[in-house]
């Protein structure tokens, strides 16, 4: 499946485009329906046909994989509108939905499919079974137009749908944090209702090891379990961990292959090992064993380079190739620093005998080892764009550019086929918005109308050079990512922005005609119980602060990161709803006042849940952690939970581990007399490698560090000076409180936490300013 030709002709794009440029078939169009991925050419005309429990779904040939799309679109029609079609048994019947595989169907592009709606009945046909579901996924949409339950008209169309690319990705981590089987099934299930076709399942790094080797049964007794810092403590776990059984694993390539899903597994080498070496030490340089890493980051820890270790691995491949039947596999081979094998004089030795000048060639024979096994067993190595350091990597190998795109470009440059995977664009562990509210995660945002606007084949790539792109992937790391309520809110909806990168024709792309078809998806995601992020249609309420504080009148803008549908508002604590004030223009309120605003889209269904703002003195006056920005000097933001592996999706504290400085913005500071500080204790469990010097030590006048807080700049005058409680023995969350010096007009605070570094960090939750005696 994925070693087709992804490029359709240049006649059959030409005709796609004629189609899509016309006034019925315009993306964005009132008359266009809600189909996400658009399809490649899409007419539509006269009539409908009105589709209820009564009309049969009748597979048009005998194949089993045909009677399986058949069930599946049953099933999926009654969990999204309550639909129950049944399966019809005469191919040849009127007033149906027939679905069948024909050799001379009109669509001859591999995954692809033809959809007819008359008001005799709709037909869909597909060369292979790939097409044929994709079909029936695409006439599932056409089922589900709005959020009501039953009997449906479906306009009359023609489709010709075929993917942009044959790699159209997206990567789950269960190493970091642990998803159950049903967990994963219900991404896939989201996956394959989005025609992506790639799951690359990340199931081994530095903390944890989770798929069960037979031969070596310690990489799941020992190297799947980890102990948190502080374990059993604060709702910590006293261990952490999980690992799939060789049967669970075989169910769940069983699922994903039934909803043409291939699973690309990934084991990483020679970095990202502690967890195996913590299980067999002698598979790592040192031959000591470390815990099983409780630190997200870069860790030291690498595998051997003798012949053991190879065999080792050797045997592990062999037990992973047959529980997956991909071409691919995937080794990793990113972020493997070299300080364990520089350190080792047997690893020198070794470099030495095989004629090896430096550790990044010495990763490249490593790596060239390993494609040459999987090479002998018909499968095919991928791996992150590291792979490239020294000169053994195989000419069919293929690359995952993910340090941006020149991994990419100088893969293809090369002839490597190669997958566009690049950080920050398609790392879904960075937030989706930066409002109070957001989930832990990376900052910057990489927003939805970010991710639609990916640009999957580098500029500077000719059209030969660019036919090695096979496709677009999307990664799910986990280290903030707990539970799957995390993961949802990270993927859903990114994954339909995603969904029409990879398989929609780029001439296609329209930002507000995606927009147009999205709330029909969202609603597909509420029958479903998929929690998606609306993080695109979050209402923003903005103030002038200190015009409001300086006057007691405020005027709010409110404004939403995707600019569609209507923002509604309430100024007595209600509830907005459709039939609110609708917001046109920045109005102005007296205080005190509470502003509640939601948006909604043309049909009057909700983008977002409604969001809050008190506008008063004290409100003002006071800021969350996460409101407050880096102090200069360093970017590096994170939203954090309060421990690594809780289960709740708030609160969350922002973070620079590398600087724990923040700023308080401008603020009118007359009548200001105190400061109190609603502050958190979080574990430092960072491997920052050789970034660690760039962590910024303060000195510190109390034993366990002070919050100080300077006037204007981080080395203005200091204010205030708040001694730090016990880390051992004090709560982890607690307040300080301190008398500030009178100051008129208008100033920032810097404040700055002098705690030694090899202690917690500390964190704001929320620091308010006071006012009065």
């Known amino acids: 499946m994925l070693h087709r030709t992804f490029r359709s002709s ?58 399986q799309t058949a069930d599946y679109l049953i099933d999926l029609v009654a969990r999204t509108r309550g639909l129950r079609l049944s399966l019809g048994a005469d191919g ?39 097409g044929l579901f994709h079909g029936a996924v695409t006439l599932a949409q056409l089922l589900t137009p709005d959020a009501k339950q039953g009997a449906v008209d479906v306009p009359a169309l023609s489709i010709r749908d075929w993917p942009r690319f044959a790699w159209r990705g997206l990567m789950l981590d269960s190493a970091r944090h642990f998803q159950s089987v049903a967990e994963v099934e219900k991404l896939i299930d989201q996956m394959a209702q989005h025609k992506l076709d790639v799951l690359h399942w990340h199931l081994t790094d530095d903390q944890g090891w989770r798929i069960e080797i037979k031969r070596y049964p310690e990489l799941t007794r020992i190297g799947a379990w980890r102990t948190p810092p502080d374990a059993g403590k604060d ?152 792979i490239l350091e020294g000169d053994n990597l195989s000419a069919d190998a293929t690359v995952m550019s993910w340090r941006g795109t020149d991994g990419a470009i100088k893969a293809a440059l090369l002839g490597h086929d190669v997958v566009m995977s690049p950080s920050p664009d398609l790392y879904l562990d960075h937030v989706q918005g930066d409002l109070a509210d957001e989930y832990a995660g990376r900052l910057g945002v990489e927003s939805l109308k970010d991710v639609y606007g990916f640009q999957a084949v580098p500029g500077v790539l000719n059209a030969a050079q660019a ?35 990879t398989w929609s024709p780029a001439a296609s792309n329209d930002w507000h005609g995606f927009l147009a078809r999205l709330p029909a998806q969202l609603e597909r995601y509420r029958a479903q119980h998929v929690d998606y992020a609306d993080s695109a249609f979050a209402v923003e309420i903005r103030t002038d602060r200190n015009l409001a504080l300086a006057t007691g009148k405020a005027t709010v803008t409110l404004s939403d990161q995707a600019g569609f549908g209507d ?135 109390t034993p366990f560090g002070e919050l100080v807080a300077h006037a204007d700049r981080c080395d203005g005058p200091v204010l205030a000076t708040m001694p730090l409680p016990d880390p051992a023995h004090g709560p982890r969350e607690f307040e300080l409180d301190a008398k500030l010096p009178a100051q008129r007009g208008v100033h920032s605070l810097c404040l700055v936490y002098t705690a030694p570094i090899d202690g917690p960090l500390h964190a704001l939750d929320r620091v308010s300013l006071k006012t009065g005696p």
Request: aromatic share 8%; proline share 8%; glycine share 6%.
């Open 10 to 67: 240049c006649a059959s794009l030409l005709l796609a485009l004629v189609l899509l440029a016309s006034p019925a078939a315009r993306a964005g169009d009132t008359a266009t329906p809600s189909l996400i991925p658009l399809p490649a050419q899409l007419a539509l005309q006269h009539g409908s046909f009105a589709v209820d429990a009564g009309t049969p779904v009748v597979p048009g040939d005998r194949s089993a994989a045909t009677r």
């Open 92 to 130: 040849k019947a009127s007033h149906a939905i027939v679905l069948e595989r024909d050799p001379q169907a009109p669509v001859s592009q591999a995954e692809g499919y033809a959809l007819d709606v008359t008001p005799q009945g709709i037909r869909v046909s597909a060369r292979d079974d790939a």
């Open 235 to 386: 709702g910590e776990p006293k261990r952490y961990g999980g690992y799939y059984t060789q049967q669970q694993i075989r169910d769940v390539v069983a699922y994903a292959a039934a909803r043409h899903v291939t699973i690309v597994p990934e084991l990483d080498m020679p970095g990202h090992a502690q967890a195996a070496v913590a299980s067999y030490p002698r598979l790592g340089v040192t031959g000591t064993r470390p815990t099983v890493s409780t630190d997200w980051g870069v860790n030291p820890w690498l595998y051997n380079v003798d012949d053991d270790t190879f065999t080792f691995i050797d045997h592990v491949l062999d037990e992973v190739m047959a529980l997956f039947p991909s071409t691919y596999i995937h080794v990793g081979g990113d972020e493997a620093i070299k300080d364990q094998w520089q350190a080792s004089p047997t690893v020198q030795a070794k470099m030495r005998s095989l004629g090896i000048t430096d550790e990044n060639a010495l990763q490249g024979w490593f790596i060239g080892r390993i494609g040459q096994y999987l090479e002998k067993h018909g499968r095919k190595l991928i791996g992150w764009d590291e």
């Open 467 to 501: 036919k090695h792109v096979l496709g677009v992937q999307a990664n799910v790391w986990t280290e903030h990512m707990p539970t799957m309520a995390h993961v949802l809110h990270a993927v859903f909806p990114r994954l339909d922005a995603l969904s029409e990168v």
């Open 567 to 701: 923002i509604r508002y309430t100024l007595d604590g209600s509830a907005p709803t459709p039939a609110s004030p609708r917001y046109d223009a920045p109005f102005e309120v007296k205080l005190p006042t509470t502003v509640r605003a939601a948006s909604f889209a043309a049909d009057g269904s909700a983008l977002a849940a409604p969001r809050e703002r008190v506008l008063d003195r004290a409100a003002l006056l006071s800021l969350a952690g996460t409101e407050l920005g880096n102090c200069p000097g360093s970017d590096f933001r994170l939203r954090l939970q309060p421990t690594p592996d809780a289960a709740s999706t708030q609160p969350v504290y922002a973070v620079n581990v590398f600087d724990t400085c923040q700023s308080f913005p401008p603020t009118l500071m007359d009548g200001v007399t105190a400061i109190h500080v609603d502050a958190v204790r979080l574990p430092r469990n960072f491997a920052l490698a050789h970034e660690q010097k760039l962590v910024v030590s303060r000195p510190h006048a």
